[in-house]
């Protein structure tokens, strides 16, 4: 049995001789030092206080696997699949551990090997991502189910379906790429459940300056992010190839997904290619963008703010890190609020709430209640998998009802407002 006392001796006071099983870089591996303060910010640990769902419990049980000491069994996948990859602990660790590179990796030699399990309905439904008219059609299949009563709201909840899946198939109008000084990515789910928010987003780069928004050619429906997650990273690469020949040129691309921002922001990682570093340098999160170009929108009334708490997507502070761009953007417009836990994550996690549901949904109610204290009944989110998946949390007696919305479309109200109240 692997010893998983943090008090042991660390791996750079006696360096450990790797042989490779899980193909981890050994400096990257060598880097934790066990001191523990990453713990307090990893969800998992919270929840369950094991040091197995800590980021040092997974590293020291990684070493183990890759000197040998540790066989590959059930439950190493267990422990590895039980980390929502929210990337808090890097944030947290003074040595600057990259462990959300080690937990890619690891989950990618897992899936090579054949360890991880993953459900055959979210294999199909990953294909399906990749396919948007195909997605769109399926969308509508589930909401007319939806409209007549035949999807339980305990599926609803566990999988972040929306509480209403929008039955339509028109695009956002776009510019001609040829002439396009930005791009807007719009991706896969959130082009179907969510286009209310690309509207939204197109109207505010139009009014911070951008004269052509055009949104991708064919070939961008899907960022692979969720592929990477389970550890199929061939499906990654691929999609990646194709989302960089989606838009072309040269002019910033806009992502108003933080998910689908992290993941294009790592194509030069992901490919290692000129090409792929030349592409990620062009994305940036939409809160970025607008945040340069913030004078040009309009400005409004400090009477009757709308109070709006900020909640922080996980790739959007830890991965991206930039979240601050969110908060000097709502700034302009709303009353903002901090949630106490900020920085911690919310547990939808991409597919996590789906493989995980327990620690998902426990994770998920710490951050529900950390938003109520604030007294706010409105909080900004800029991930849809964040919004979908809080909006969907139970509610228990006397708590609030609180709305999920993200930035671009709390500017775009605040806007309306200004202007009626003229």
């Not at 969800?43 to 590959?72: C, D, F, N, Q, W």
Request: charged share 20%.
């Amino acid at each position: 049995m692997v010893n998983l006392d943090p008090s042991a001796p660390t791996s750079r006071s006696t360096p450990a001789t790797f042989a490779g099983v899980l193909g981890l870089d050994p400096d990257l591996l060598n880097a934790c030092v066990s001191c523990g303060l990453c713990l307090p910010h990893c969800p998992t640990y919270r929840s369950t206080e094991e040091e197995s769902a800590s980021p040092r419990g997974r590293i020291t049980m990684m070493r183990a696997v890759e000197s040998g000491e540790l066989a590959i069994d059930e439950d190493f996948v267990t422990f590895m699949e039980r980390c929502v990859m929210c990337r808090g602990c890097e944030t947290a660790c003074p040595s600057g551990v990259q462990f959300g590179a080690l937990m890619e990796q690891t989950r990618v030699a897992l899936a090579d090997q054949g360890k991880i399990r993953v459900p055959l309905l979210m294999r199909v439904g990953l294909r399906v991502l990749e396919h948007h008219r195909l997605l769109s059609f399926g969308s509508s299949l589930l909401g007319r189910a939806q409209s007549v009563g035949l999807i339980p709201q305990r599926l609803r909840r566990r999988t972040g379906l929306p509480e209403v899946i929008p039955v339509r198939n028109e695009r956002i109008p776009t510019s001609s790429p040829d002439s396009a000084d930005v791009w807007l990515f719009t991706g896969c789910v959130m082009d179907v459940w969510q286009r209310d928010v690309h509207i939204a987003t197109k109207a505010v780069l139009e009014l911070a300056g951008a004269k052509s928004v055009a949104v991708p050619l064919a070939g961008g429906d899907c960022c692979g992010a969720l592929h990477l997650h389970v550890g199929r990273k061939a499906d990654g690469v691929r999609l990646a190839a194709k989302v960089m020949s989606s838009m072309p040129g040269d002019a910033p691309i806009v992502v108003n997904s933080a998910g689908c921002g992290a993941a294009l922001k790592d194509y030069g990682h992901l490919l290692g290619t000129p090409e792929a570093h030349a592409f990620s340098k062009r994305v940036f999160d939409t809160q970025e963008w607008v945040a340069q170009h913030l004078d040009a929108l309009p400005r409004i009334s400090d009477e009757d703010r709308l109070v709006v708490a900020i909640q922080d997507p996980c790739h959007l502070r830890h991965v991206q890190k930039a979240h601050l761009a969110t908060w000097r953007v709502l700034e302009r417009f709303v009353d903002v609020r901090e949630i106490a836990d900020d920085g911690r994550c919310c547990g939808a996690g991409g597919s996590y709430s789906i493989l995980q549901p327990e620690l998902a949904e426990t994770i998920r109610a710490q951050k529900i209640a950390a938003a109520t204290a604030t007294g706010a009944l409105t909080v900004a989110s800029a991930n849809p998998g964040c919004s979908l998946w809080l909006t969907n949390a139970p509610r228990g007696a006397g708590q609030p009802e609180l709305r999920f919305v993200h930035p671009m479309k709390l500017v775009v109200e605040a806007i309306e407002r200004s202007k009626h109240a003229q």
